[in-house]
């Protein structure tokens, strides 16, 4: 069982930066393929970003060069890092975790940038 809690969302210029975390419970968590996924209203849930056990990384086109994901396994942590954000950057910010076909997620938290 894994349980993810995120935090570092909040209100944002545009232009701005802002950071989240997201925290891990459980064992194994070098293993976890994790991500960060968001939501805006009336919009299906998207991938931002995620990181492989390796280290390897993908992103969404939309946020190349400006979100950078990454991961603690010691901490068992992983951050985004978002930067020149944009007001259609604005949404519930989730968490995932990714593991032999198992999947958990955190509860979100809420990221608005005002233009």
């Known amino acids: 069982q894994v349980q993810l809690v995120e935090s570092g969302g909040g209100l944002v210029q545009a232009g701005g930066s802002l950071g989240l975390s997201c925290a891990a419970s459980?064992?194994?968590?070098?293993?976890?393929?994790m991500g960060w996924y968001r939501q805006a209203p009336g919009r299906q849930r998207e991938l931002v970003a995620r990181?492989?056990?390796?280290?390897?990384?993908n992103y969404a086109d939309s946020v190349k060069g400006r979100f950078t994901i990454s991961r603690d396994n010691a901490k068992k942590t992983v951050y985004l890092q978002m930067n020149s954000l944009k007001a259609e950057d604005t949404a519930v910010y989730l968490c995932?975790?990714?593991?032999?076909?198992?999947?958990?997620w955190g509860q979100g938290t809420q990221v608005t940038v005002s233009s």
């Open positions: 995932n975790a990714n593991r032999n076909g198992m999947s958990w």
């Open positions: 459980g064992s194994f968590f070098s293993l976890n393929v």
């Open positions: 990181i492989f056990s390796d280290g390897s990384t």
